[in-house]
């Protein structure tokens, strides 16, 4: 099936479940209670916390019992994959580098987001790329979930400037009595590309343990995970010119991203990761209208990486990895990075802390939070030793980020007027403080052997206080003005690089500062009880990461800091139209996004001596997104069948770059025009749930100037369709089955990394 099948599959079948739609539109069906009405202990706190920040924005959410029937999750970043225009970029089961792409931002642009738990921030705005600053999903499990909320767009004061994309809530539950679970999973992938043909399993063990006595509630949740990846990296060759070499056998022809001819020599980066979270969670009603709670966890990982070559020394019949060889009328020279990069082990170590005072009243509602993320530690060691003997040990790098974390302080209140609530005000501070501390050093033994000279440092901070306000002013009943603004001043300092190659300092980088305001506005009218128009306008200033600033990397790509960036600024409007009564939701949305000093990575000039090019964060001038999003949920379309799906069009395009002219009128890396999701659960009998789910992305690229012409190459960014099934069978009241197939087409495609092929997943759950 080709991409435009796919999108006039999903499309029509969006188009139908909005006809079907009609006849219960026009149903005289009795509005739903209000939120005040509805009281449940389990999210008594976090209905406290909406009702604060009261988003004037567009919205999507999905319960437990929904991710249950309709996902094969294995990770909390699963629970995301059917919600609209949602991408994360999860490579394997456990994958702590899993970014979150939005409707107008890419894999690339993890700081353009926002995830929560419980009020506790999970994004990693440390840095604003898909490997350190990816969100830390691995802090929730997928059984503690009581709900996730997404909010569309930077519409509300009550949050920072990397709301730009989208705002993820996540809810989890308390528990009002005693309650406990035990669930098993396992995922296994049958790989086949390239030489490479292997079974790869993944296993799950985990459980929650909750009770309540009297004002005391306690929730804990332990998890283990054991899996096997699919190559992440490719090793390849081109063809050069030399007068000895070694004759092998094996590899294969390909195209690389930008068009040339490749030799694919070998599979690189097959991770084995073991983790393990423990989390607790202790909530005291001190009383009926004060909750004091605290959430900590531990999350550990290790993660081995190996190779494998598909090079075979025709002389000795063992595998080549490095050196100058002849290969099927060509000779090409491998480095002994090619395969000695890829082979490493990371250990991580890392605690997060939440404590939270919430207080409710008829009139006036409160919250005081704080967070603490500390790295113990994270050290990865990666060998600089040609294959074979490097697999063994000898020369090789030691990158330590212990030391890196943050903190974070809100305090924040809403005020109604009156019982009608004409006025809803909300305000608050906040406060920030994030600290990188990245070094690399050589070693004599990647394996066991100490750390040696310093090769490589980036460390800074960045700090931000802000204070915002919001009134929801309801001028008649149907219609809401509100109007808000956050000013925010933000400081970088104690800035310092220094590097090898290229050289790079010791340099100790200037201070920078800046103070900022971001006006928001919308405009809401209920047409009739269940039919609103809102118009919301949002103007957000997304300050320099440390990251951005100070981290030098060289691998998987190489880039520098710039410590001279400047703040983003994202203008963004939508105009949303939703429908919606007690059997779901139909909502089309049309938005459009304009930033300038767009924080971008490309490609320039470095400022060393001699000068380099090299690929660092610039200010790009100008890029703009406009689109329209239509998403629609619907229970019981037919007897005892849910639906929900989602198309949205994305035209997001640089518009301006005095830099890289070439990139002008091109799409932003990885925002393709079209995204599509289609879901469908069919409940024959009671207690059984068969589910059938699709995703589709259309063509789009790693590069600003589109230059990457070979999508579905490893580094190339490619169109993507993907079907998948589950089954969720109750064979008792306290036992839970599912079975399941993800990508069960067995659609092969590239997001830079290939992602996995068809994948079988079982899982049981009791509950007691």
Do not use: C
């Not at 938005?591 to 490609?603: G, H, M, P, R, Y």
Request: proline share 5%; no cysteine.
């Amino acid at each position: 099936m080709n991409g435009r099948t796919a999108l006039l599959g999903v499309t029509s079948l969006i188009s139908i479940l909005a006809y079907a739609t009609a006849p219960a539109f026009a149903e005289e069906r009795p509005p739903p209670a209000p939120e005040a009405e509805q009281e449940d202990i389990l999210v008594t706190a976090q209905r406290r916390t909406a009702t604060i920040e009261n988003a004037p924005a567009s919205r999507a959410s999905i319960d437990a019992a929904t991710i249950a029937t309709t996902i094969n999750a294995r990770n909390v970043e699963d629970t995301l994959k059917y919600l609209p225009s949602l991408v994360v970029r999860k490579r394997h089961i456990g994958d702590s580098q899993a970014p979150l792409a939005t409707r107008t931002s890419g894999l690339g642009a993890s700081a353009r987001s926002l995830i929560y738990a419980d009020g506790a921030i999970l994004s990693a705005l440390i840095g604003n790329n898909n490997t350190s600053a990816s969100p830390r999903w691995n802090l929730v499990s997928t059984e503690e979930i009581a709900r996730v909320d997404v909010l569309y767009g930077p519409f509300s004061a009550a949050y920072p400037g990397n709301a730009i994309g989208a705002v993820v809530n996540i809810t989890t539950r308390l528990p009002d009595r005693f309650e406990g679970t035990l669930v098993a999973g396992t995922t296994v992938q049958q790989f086949d590309l390239y030489g490479t043909h292997r079974t790869l399993p993944a296993y799950q063990l985990g459980g929650t343990l909750g009770d309540r006595f009297g004002p005391l509630a306690l929730f804990a949740s332990v998890d283990h995970v054991d899996s096997r990846s699919q190559p992440i990296g490719f090793a390849s060759a081109t063809a050069t010119r030399s007068a000895t070499s070694t004759p092998t056998t094996g590899g294969y022809d390909d195209l690389s991203r930008t068009g040339g001819a490749i030799r694919v020599v070998g599979a690189t980066a097959f991770e084995h990761q073991v983790q393990d979270r423990v989390k607790l969670k202790a909530a005291l009603d001190l009383s009926a209208a004060l909750r004091l709670t605290y959430v900590g966890s531990l999350f550990r990982n290790t993660t081995d990486s190996t190779v494998e070559s598909y090079l075979t020394n025709a002389a000795t019949g063992l595998p080549f990895y490095a050196g100058t060889t002849s290969n099927s009328g060509q000779v090409y020279t491998l480095a002994a990075s090619a395969f000695a990069g890829s082979v490493y082990r990371t250990e991580q170590r890392q605690w997060s802390h939440s404590l939270s005072l919430t207080g409710s009243g008829s009139r006036f509602d409160w919250q005081v939070i704080g967070t603490l993320y500390d790295v113990a530690k994270d050290e990865q060691r990666v060998s600089n030793t040609a294959l074979p003997a490097g697999q063994a040990g000898g020369a090789g790098y030691i990158t330590d980020l212990a030391g890196t974390g943050w903190k974070t302080l809100d305090a924040k209140g809403a005020w109604r007027s009156d019982a009608a609530a004409t006025h809803t005000i909300s305000f608050g501070a906040h406060a920030d403080w994030y600290e990188l501390d990245s070094n690399r050093y050589s070693t004599t033994d990647w394996v066991s052997g100490p750390k040696g000279t310093l090769n490589l440092q980036g460390s800074g901070k960045t700090r931000t206080y802000a204070l915002w306000a919001q009134d929801a002013w309801r001028i008649v009943p149907p219609l809401t003005l509100t109007l808000g603004g956050r000013y925010e001043w933000w400081r970088a300092y104690g800035g310092v690089n220094f590097s090898q190659s290229p050289a790079i300092g010791p340099v100790v980088q200037p201070t920078l500062r800046s103070d900022k305001v971001s006006p928001k506005a919308a405009l809401a009218y209920a047409i009739d009880p269940h039919l609103t128009a809102r118009l919301s306008f949002g103007q957000a200033w997304r300050f320099p990461t440390v990251g951005e600033l100070y981290q030098i990397v060289t691998t998987p790509v190489a880039s520098v800091p710039n410590p001279t960036l400047r703040p983003e600024r994202a203008r963004s409007l939508e105009l949303a139209l939703e429908r919606q009564d007690s059997r779901g939701t139909l909502r089309l949305a049309l938005f459009n996004e304009v930033i300038k000093d767009a924080l971008i990575s490309q490609t320039g000039p470095l400022a060393v001596t001699p000068v380099q090019v090299g690929t660092y964060v610039q200010n790009v001038d100008e890029t703009r997104a406009r689109g329209a999003e239509v998403s629609v949920t619907r229970t019981n379309i037919v007897r005892r069948i849910d639906v929900s799906g989602s198309v949205t069009y994305a035209d997001a395009i640089t518009s301006k770059n005095a830099v890289l002219p070439a990139a002008v009128g091109k799409l932003l890396p990885s925002v393709p025009r079209w995204k599509a999701t289609a879901v469908a659960t069919w409940r024959p009998i009671d207690g059984v749930a068969l589910t059938a789910a699709a995703r589709y992305a259309s063509r789009n690229y790693g590069s600003l100037d589109n230059s990457d012409v070979v999508g579905n190459t490893y580094q190339g960014f490619y169109k993507y369709f993907v079907v998948d099934l589950r089954a969720q069978v109750r064979v008792a009241e306290h036992i839970e089955f599912g079975i399941g197939v993800d990508n069960v087409n067995n659609d092969r495609y590239f997001l830079f990394h290939l992602f996995p092929r068809r994948s079988f997943a079982a899982d049981v759950k009791v509950t007691f």
